[in-house]
Nanobody
Framework: VQLQASGGGLVQVGSSLRLSCAASGTIFSVNSMGWYRQAPGKERDLVAVVTLAGSTNYADSVKGRFTVSRDNAKNTVYLQMNSLKPEDTAVYYC?????????????WGQGTQVTVSS
Protein backbone atom coordinates (compact mmCIF):
# COMPACT_ATOMS: atom_id res chain seq x y z
CA VAL A 1 0.00 0.00 0.00
CA GLN A 2 1.40 3.39 -0.98
CA LEU A 3 0.51 6.79 0.41
CA GLN A 4 0.96 9.99 -1.56
CA ALA A 5 0.82 13.23 0.40
CA SER A 6 0.50 16.73 -0.99
CA GLY A 7 -0.38 20.28 0.01
CA GLY A 8 2.57 21.47 2.03
CA GLY A 9 4.32 24.77 1.49
CA LEU A 10 5.63 28.03 2.88
CA VAL A 11 3.03 30.31 4.44
CA GLN A 12 2.84 33.22 6.83
CA VAL A 13 1.62 33.18 10.40
CA GLY A 14 -2.15 33.00 10.57
CA SER A 15 -2.52 31.41 7.15
CA SER A 16 -4.23 28.15 6.25
CA LEU A 17 -3.12 25.03 4.42
CA ARG A 18 -4.85 21.82 3.48
CA LEU A 19 -2.89 18.58 3.30
CA SER A 20 -4.14 15.55 1.40
CA CYS A 21 -2.98 11.96 1.45
CA ALA A 22 -4.30 9.21 -0.79
CA ALA A 23 -3.73 5.50 -0.23
CA SER A 24 -3.44 3.17 -3.20
CA GLY A 25 -2.75 -0.49 -3.78
CA THR A 26 -4.50 -3.69 -2.76
CA ILE A 27 -6.67 -2.50 0.11
CA PHE A 28 -9.42 -4.59 1.60
CA SER A 29 -10.36 -2.13 4.31
CA VAL A 30 -8.94 0.94 6.03
CA ASN A 31 -9.20 1.42 9.76
CA SER A 32 -7.54 4.59 10.97
CA MET A 33 -5.82 7.32 9.00
CA GLY A 34 -4.05 10.38 10.24
CA TRP A 35 -1.08 12.66 10.47
CA TYR A 36 2.13 12.92 12.44
CA ARG A 37 4.71 15.65 12.23
CA GLN A 38 8.40 15.95 12.95
CA ALA A 39 10.22 19.21 13.55
CA PRO A 40 14.02 19.44 13.21
CA GLY A 41 15.73 17.78 16.14
CA LYS A 42 12.47 16.49 17.61
CA GLU A 43 10.59 13.23 17.66
CA ARG A 44 7.69 12.42 15.37
CA ASP A 45 4.47 13.30 17.18
CA LEU A 46 0.82 12.58 16.52
CA VAL A 47 -1.13 15.50 15.10
CA ALA A 48 -4.55 14.04 14.35
CA VAL A 49 -6.23 10.73 13.63
CA VAL A 50 -9.64 9.72 12.30
CA THR A 51 -11.10 6.25 12.56
CA LEU A 52 -13.32 4.41 10.10
CA ALA A 53 -16.32 5.39 12.22
CA GLY A 54 -15.33 9.03 12.05
CA SER A 55 -14.02 9.48 15.57
CA THR A 56 -11.18 11.97 15.79
CA ASN A 57 -8.34 12.71 18.16
CA TYR A 58 -6.00 15.68 18.16
CA ALA A 59 -2.81 16.79 19.80
CA ASP A 60 -3.55 19.49 22.36
CA SER A 61 -1.39 21.96 20.45
CA VAL A 62 -3.64 21.85 17.37
CA LYS A 63 -7.10 21.51 18.88
CA GLY A 64 -9.44 24.17 17.57
CA ARG A 65 -7.13 25.01 14.66
CA PHE A 66 -6.72 21.76 12.72
CA THR A 67 -9.42 19.49 11.37
CA VAL A 68 -8.83 15.96 10.14
CA SER A 69 -11.29 14.29 7.79
CA ARG A 70 -11.41 11.40 5.36
CA ASP A 71 -13.09 10.23 2.21
CA ASN A 72 -13.58 6.50 2.62
CA ALA A 73 -14.52 5.99 -1.02
CA LYS A 74 -11.17 7.45 -2.08
CA ASN A 75 -9.07 6.12 0.83
CA THR A 76 -7.93 9.69 1.35
CA VAL A 77 -7.29 11.66 4.52
CA TYR A 78 -7.16 15.44 4.79
CA LEU A 79 -5.76 17.87 7.32
CA GLN A 80 -7.16 21.39 7.27
CA MET A 81 -4.76 23.64 9.14
CA ASN A 82 -5.92 27.11 10.14
CA SER A 83 -4.32 29.89 12.16
CA LEU A 84 -0.89 28.44 11.54
CA LYS A 85 1.91 29.27 13.94
CA PRO A 86 5.70 29.10 13.56
CA GLU A 87 5.72 26.10 15.91
CA ASP A 88 3.63 24.19 13.37
CA THR A 89 6.68 24.12 11.09
CA ALA A 90 7.57 20.48 10.48
CA VAL A 91 7.52 17.66 8.01
CA TYR A 92 4.02 16.18 8.07
CA TYR A 93 3.62 12.44 7.53
CA CYS A 94 0.34 10.72 6.80
CA UNK A 95 -0.29 7.14 7.81
CA UNK A 96 -2.89 4.49 7.20
CA UNK A 97 -3.74 1.30 9.11
CA UNK A 98 -5.86 -1.32 7.45
CA UNK A 99 -6.27 -4.77 5.98
CA UNK A 100 -4.67 -5.79 2.73
CA UNK A 101 -5.64 -8.79 0.67
CA UNK A 102 -3.62 -11.20 2.80
CA UNK A 103 -2.41 -9.28 5.83
CA UNK A 104 -2.91 -6.13 7.88
CA UNK A 105 -0.73 -3.17 7.01
CA UNK A 106 0.55 0.12 8.36
CA UNK A 107 1.84 2.46 5.71
CA TRP A 108 3.43 5.91 5.77
CA GLY A 109 3.54 8.70 3.25
CA GLN A 110 6.77 10.33 2.13
CA GLY A 111 6.28 13.50 4.16
CA THR A 112 5.39 17.00 3.09
CA GLN A 113 7.10 20.12 4.43
CA VAL A 114 5.07 22.83 6.13
CA THR A 115 6.92 26.03 6.96
CA VAL A 116 5.22 28.87 8.78
CA SER A 117 7.09 32.15 8.57
CA SER A 118 6.71 34.99 11.02
Amino acid sequence: VQLQASGGGLVQVGSSLRLSCAASGTIFSVNSMGWYRQAPGKERDLVAVVTLAGSTNYADSVKGRFTVSRDNAKNTVYLQMNSLKPEDTAVYYCYCVGQGRFAPFTSWGQGTQVTVSS
